[in-house]
Structures are given as C-alpha cells and as structure tokens.
C-alpha cells in the first residue's frame, strides 16, 4: 500500500514513532514514541500502543486494543521492551497484547495473518505462530507458546509457560494447565486429551494417509498400557520416517520436564467414532 500516512486531528502521534506510508491512524489513538507502524496499518479508535512495539503491515487494530503496555508482572520495573505483531493479523476489540518482560528475551511476539477476537489477552513473553485464532475472552498467560494455525475456543485459558503444537484445538472454556501436543484437540476444565484436530486437519489439506498414521501414533502414545517413556520409545520405532508423527514426538522429547503433558480424556472412544469417516 502506498501513499501519506492519514492521522485524525484528535490522535496522538509522540516524537520519535514512525508511521509507515499508508497507515489510516483513527479518533482517539495514542502512539508511544517507541512504535512502529509498517505500511498500511489501520488503527480504527481508541487503540493504545506503547514500548518498543512493532506492527506489521497492513494489520488492523479495531477500536480500545492496546499493545506494548507493560507486562503483569511484579518483577517488571521498566524496562525498554516491547511487542512484534505479524503482518495482516487483526486484533479486535479489547485485544491486550502485553510487553516482554526480563523475565523472557524482552519481545512478545505474535505471528502473521492472525485473528485475536474480542477481549482475548496475550501475556508477557508469549509466542503465537502464525495464522493463530483466538476466540472471543481467550487468555494467554506468561511465556505461552502457540504452533501455527491453533485455534482456541472462546473463554479459553492457557497457564504460564504451557505450549501448544501447531494444528492443535483447545475447546471453549477449556483450562489448559499442561503442553498439548500437535494435531491435538483438548477440551474440558481440566482440559483432557479428547483426541486429534481431525476437522481442522482435513480443512487444512492434510491426507487421509496423514490422519491414520496421527491417529495410530496418538493411540500407542495415549492409551497403551505401560509407562509412557517405553511408548515414546515405541512410537519411535515404529513411525521412524514418517514426518509429522516424527513432529508430535519431537514435541514431546523437548517439553520441560517439571511439567506434564496433558492427560488423555474420553480419547479411546472419539478416535473409535472418527475413524469410520477418516
């Protein structure tokens, strides 16, 4: 997008943010001298952004979203960090997408072509991939990591330093304490291991081949018997060379340790159910 900036009178630009060609800044913003709006930025009204915050091309930010403000975190003191959002992504209204921390490398950072409904929240120091959606109320505690294409039902919230693998659902309401893993669908409070994404995983283009070699990944790894470091094991074995199962167990060898992985729900019957129509 090309052309000068357009900026209502009743906005506030401070000395030193940079407001890229194209940019329609609305009624009532306020701009923090930190800032940067790439090319073609839309901010609607009311929207705050303060910090070292970077905003990619021709995102939307619709009216009383507020980015860069500083983290929640009692051991913050003011520190200059800040806030990456991707390009194209949307933040509705009531977005909070809260600064690093030192706690983190100082950046929180949210992928391109993402969709943050109204009033979700992004803690300090998270990591949303790429096309993310996050429904209505959605909360993202601290240090949260969330793979690309996730989708997370409304009112959902995420603990502290939990990640989500890319592909996964997270069900409306769910309380997600635990990592979850990729392709996964979680729903519940506490939420449980219900079985596979399959609905997202078939719009997204994956094979019928792809969903039985997840799925029977998912039941050696989730419903047999014995401990689960000997089914990682076998899983291993018997997967070996196939890419996205490799995906999900590369996930599960490199979680910390102090936290578990999420623990299977109703799995055994919904993966009875889907397989018919796989």
Known sequence: ???TATIHPSAVIEAGAQIGSGCRVGPFCIVGPGVVLEEGVELVSHVVIEGQTRIGAESRLSAYASVGLPPQDLKYHGEPTGVVIGPRSHLREHVTVH?????????????ADCLLMACSHVGHDSRVGDRVILANNVMLGGHVQLGEQCFLGGGAAIHQMVRVG????????????????????????PARLVGLNVVGLRRRGFSRENLHALRAAFRLLFREPGTFAARLVAAEERFAGDVLVGEVLA????????????RPGRMAVELGVEEEDA
């Open 99 to 111: 600064r690093g921390s030192v706690g983190g490398d100082g950046m929180t950072r949210v992928g």
């Open 166 to 189: 890319r592909h996964a659902m997270v069900g409306g309401l769910a309380g997600v304490t635990n990592d979850v893993p990729p392709f996964g669908n979680v729903f519940g409070l």
């Open 1 to 3: 997008m090309s052309g």
């Open 251 to 262: 996930f599960l060898r490199s979680g910390d340790r102090k936290r578990e992985l999420i």
